[in-house]
């Protein structure tokens, strides 16, 4: 498990996750919130992404005047996804994890927990969560899927795939849908819906054109009520 950018092993900390894990050994918590001598500190919040990482950017930067809302860590699946470099540069550190620790829900929420992590965001991210994981966060991991779920969904269906299937099958919209995660793929509840025509002429391309400005646009501002409502800010 290495650190992208700076190659070191998960087992050797950063200053940031060596400060974190002394504030969470001395805080408590109350009513959700985490509290230090009466003092609130951020919700601190994980991402995990498999690919270029363009709405894990778009949430960085959204957060980033959030005094309330902490980035902790971004983790990916793949040590050669753009997301690793979007995050160096915005001053967040990021993990490739291998797939035996990824599909261990146990080893997982260890990590999250020891690094103090309240809420997790999926961001493109393409692997099953595991059961272990939801148990440990419930209705506090949230994903984006590219389509008006339920249609479109399940094992196979992201990106691209989802954009041709609604080209192919000639539908009049498509959209986003933002749901918390359960156990099955794309089947968790809907928090939000945004849609976006479909023209005959479309090609999957435009399509996954007006998806992405409707993720830019939405999916930062859902987390946030989210947060809002979770934690009682």
Not at 64 to 88: D, F, P, W
Not at 91 to 106: A, C, H, I, K, Q
């Amino acid at each position: 498990m290495r650190h992208k950018g700076t190659n070191k092993k998960w087992n050797s900390p950063t200053n940031l996750l060596e400060k974190c894990n002394i504030l969470h050994k001395t805080t408590n918590s109350v009513q959700g919130k985490t509290q230090i001598k009466g003092i609130m500190i951020p919700v601190r919040l994980a991402i995990l992404a498999s690919g270029s990482g363009s709405n894990a950017e778009n949430i960085i930067h959204f957060f980033s005047t959030e005094k309330r809302v902490e980035i902790g860590l971004v983790i990916s699946n793949r040590s050669e996804a753009q997301v690793h470099q979007r995050a160096e540069r915005l001053g967040v550190p990021s993990f490739t994890l291998p797939r035996e620790t990824l599909t261990d829900g146990n080893a997982l929420s260890k990590i999250f927990k020891d690094r103090g992590i309240d809420f997790i965001i999926l961001a493109g991210y393409l692997l099953k969560i595991p059961e272990a994981l939801i148990h440990a966060y419930p209705n506090r991991i949230i994903n984006i899927h590219p389509a008006l779920l339920p249609k479109y969904g399940g094992k196979g269906m992201y990106g691209n795939h989802v954009h041709q299937a609604v080209v192919d099958a000639k539908e009049k919209e498509s959209g986003i849908t933002i749901h918390l995660v359960n156990e099955n793929y794309d089947e968790g509840s809907i928090v939000f819906q945004a849609k976006s025509p479909v023209f005959a002429e479309d090609s999957a391309e435009d399509v996954a054109a007006r998806v992405h400005e409707l993720e830019y646009r939405h999916y930062p501002e859902v987390i946030r009520l989210l947060l809002h409502k979770e934690f009682e800010w």
